[in-house]
């Protein structure tokens, strides 16, 4: 067990050291705004469906139909117990009307594609991702219906909530089903493919970690700042 802690808080500190590698590339203007959104659609659109269908396709062992049913259900529960804790805090909190909706999404819906994946599979090995695919197809179902109808809970007026089937059909999404859907098949022996697609996708950790790590600068020098106009005043700090 001790081990295994050690193990994970390694794994930890090494991905903390590549966003801070991020952060340290965009200070040396090796990174600027327009190559983060251009490698955050790289990540998101090529290297991390790349991670999910080549996690499957070399796998040595899948999972069950039984565990892979099992896992929608807990993630279908656990979505409807995080809607509940959300009415529940901002409630509890009183957010004021305008604001709720925001909040209620930050609490339901976490960041578990462009990192949660790449984190996942640096922790607990590439197998986890078989697992995390199926876990997250009612995640994507429901982020694009009840989230976005939060979201709209905070728009004066009459908003309707306008989804449509091409809002699912985004890569990530379908690398999730053709997964579940090999999985489900007993599909995961294609070295080739798998092995071609474990190398693309390899890179979506590393490179998520430095689109992570690239805003912190501009944090860094928001915060640098407003410290110095809180201590010199509008005017001072204006010169």
């Known amino acids: 067990m001790t081990e295994g802690m050690i193990g994970i808080f390694k794994e930890i500190i090494t991905l903390f050291v590549i966003v801070g590698v991020g952060y340290a ?10 190559f983060d959104r251009m490698l955050s659609k790289l990540v998101i659109n090529i290297a991390l469906p790349g991670m999910i269908l ?3 396709l070399t796998a040595t062992e899948l999972p069950t139909q039984a565990e892979v049913w099992l896992c929608l259900g807990l993630s279908v529960a656990s979505t409807f117990v995080m809607f509940a ?5 901002t409630l509890l909190l009183r957010i004021p009307d ?7 999404f930050m609490l339901c819906f976490g960041n578990v594609g462009f990192i949660g994946y790449p984190v996942l599979s640096a922790i607990f090995g590439p ?6 695919a199926v876990f997250n197809l009612p995640f994507n179902f429901f982020v694009f219906t009840v989230g976005a109808w939060f979201l709209t809970q905070d728009i004066d007026g009459d908003v309707k ?3 449509s089937w091409r809002t699912f059909v985004t890569p990530v999404m ?6 579940v859907v090999l999985t489900l098949a007993g599909i995961h022996h294609a070295p080739i493919l798998g092995e071609a697609l474990n190398t693309l996708g390899s890179i979506t950790t590393p490179a998520a970690l430095l689109i992570l790590g690239s805003p912190l600068l501009a944090i860094a020098c ?8 809180r201590a010199c005043g509008p005017a001072r700090c204006s010169g």
């Open 127 to 132: 197998d986890a991702l078989v697992y995390a």
């Open 54 to 56: 080549g996690s499957v």
């Open 98 to 104: 305008g604001r709720r909706g925001v909040y209620r």
């Open 85 to 89: 804790v959300a009415y529940g805090f």
């Open 174 to 179: 379908l690398s999730c089903v053709a997964a």
């Open 25 to 34: 590339a965009k200070r040396l203007r090796f990174m600027n705004d327009e």
């Open 161 to 163: 909530v306008q989804t």
């Open 222 to 229: 928001q915060c640098a700042t407003s410290s110095a106009v």
